[in-house]
């Protein structure tokens, strides 16, 4: 390196006079930024290689990249030189594009998962290195102070267009690489998941690739939306509201607009709390019941699975436990709806049967006790009483709060009808 690079950016300008004309180069540069162009051959490559090296010592993020990101941040970084000198230099001074080793180096950082706010710190600390060089050169120089004002003025405008045109490309370029990046692992994850589940993949690579223990509880949950709105944000929706309640959490994208996943839950008492657990606006979850091991895993994703096919209580969210007597039976579509026809039928015909049915199941789980079954539906136990035998007229048998045929009918009916519908 040339003794005048020895300290970045403090170039010895010669100073002009009747022997020696300036050698900044203005003189034979045309444009307001000619000054800035005359400044980038006094500093040139050595000088460009001397701010990778200062960018380096001062942003200590960037040693987080692979062996060999020094070499490469140098590459992008002089490739800089080129580009700023055609582009201080055209008439137009249109939008420049990335260099090539500028991109290079922004993707390698992207696969090696350093912070993309290195790569941004490093154009904000250049920008500052070579504004600050810049401003020392141009005091140095003969111009008179209108046009040296007037230099300054159109070299700053052109600068802050490079800087946030090069900045904006290199987000796209490292997201775009990120994004390939999970939509990989995404996929090779599902792939695990998917053997796992199947039994083609011993259980222990969900740990040693994925890092979730399957010698746990778990509880497997599937969550979706019919919103297409919202469709892209039904897997972080679904993991930051479990998060809390999770030691350990595993999801994985099934489609575009749901997600299946499996968490161990932070004590026995989780999973009361998550039948009222909301997720944002439009996404929807349904849970398997806690399973222990890797037959746990399967089956609790299993049941969440079916959980989800069947209506859930207003307000609550499916749960297998709450659910699993609907699921049973609803698994043989017709068995199902002549079960239900043989104990329910002519009451589901009848046109009381939306203030019937509700006053039969209330009066079914308080054991047949009108005062406690008016109680939960706000009329007079007179009013029950008359309703009952109502019911039984339109069935043609006496309603006895014991009998476990009516109950499950009752139970699975609802099912039947979202099927339908």
């Not at 040693?208 to 297409?228: C, F, K, L, M, S």
């Not at 994985?252 to 944002?280: A, C, D, E």
Request: proline share 7%; net charge negative.
């Amino acid at each position: 390196m040339s003794p005048r690079h020895t300290h970045l950016w403090c170039v010895t300008t010669t100073t002009s006079g009747p022997d020696r004309p300036y050698a900044g180069g203005m003189a034979g540069d045309s444009g307001p930024a000619a000054s800035f162009v005359a400044w980038l051959d006094e500093v040139g490559v050595d000088g460009f290689i001397h701010l990778a090296d200062d960018l380096w010592a001062e942003v200590p993020a960037l040693h987080e990249g692979p062996p060999g990101t020094r070499d490469a941040l140098r590459s992008s970084v002089v490739s800089h030189l080129p580009v700023l000198r055609a582009s201080f230099s055209s008439d137009d001074h249109g939008t420049s594009a990335l260099p090539t080793a500028a991109r290079d180096f922004g993707e390698l950082m992207a696969l090696a998962d350093a912070p993309l706010s290195a790569i941004l710190r490093s154009y904000e600390v250049g920008h500052a290195k070579m504004w600050s060089g810049y401003t020392r050169f141009l005091r140095a120089s003969p111009l008179p102070d209108p046009h040296r004002a007037d230099e300054l003025e159109a070299s700053s405008i052109l600068m802050f267009q490079y800087m946030q045109a090069m900045t904006s490309e290199t987000v796209v370029s490292f997201n775009q690489v990120r994004m390939s990046m999970m939509q990989e692992r995404e996929s090779r994850r599902g792939e695990i998941v998917k053997g796992v589940l199947a039994g083609t993949l011993d259980p222990s690579a969900l740990y040693e690739r994925v890092g979730y223990r399957v010698d746990e509880t778990h509880i497997g949950y599937v969550a979706w939306t019919d919103d297409d709105s919202v469709s892209g944000q039904v897997g972080e929706s679904a993991r930051r509201h479990i998060a809390a309640l999770a030691r350990q959490q595993l999801a994985v994208p099934s489609g575009t607009s749901s997600v299946y996943g499996w968490f161990t839950p932070i004590s026995h008492s989780t999973y009361r709390r998550l039948r009222n657990l909301k997720l944002s606006p439009g996404v929807q979850v349904a849970f398997g019941a806690p399973r222990a091991g890797i037959e746990g895993f399967r089956h609790t994703h299993e049941e969440a699975l079916l959980s989800s096919r069947v209506p859930s209580r207003p307000g609550q969210n499916a749960c297998f436990p709450d659910d699993s007597v609907a699921i049973l039976i609803s698994q043989r579509h017709d068995l199902a709806t002549r079960f239900v026809d043989d104990h329910l039928g002519p009451l589901l015909q009848h046109e009381g049967r939306n203030r019937l049915l509700p006053t039969l199941q209330q009066f079914l789980e308080t054991s047949g006790s009108p005062s406690r079954c008016g109680r939960r539906l706000g009329v007079h136990p007179n009013t029950v009483s008359q309703r009952i035998r109502r019911i039984e007229d339109i069935l043609g048998y006496p309603i006895d709060p014991e009998d476990l045929s009516l109950r499950v009918a009752l139970v699975v009916q609802p099912a039947l009808t979202t099927e339908t519908s």
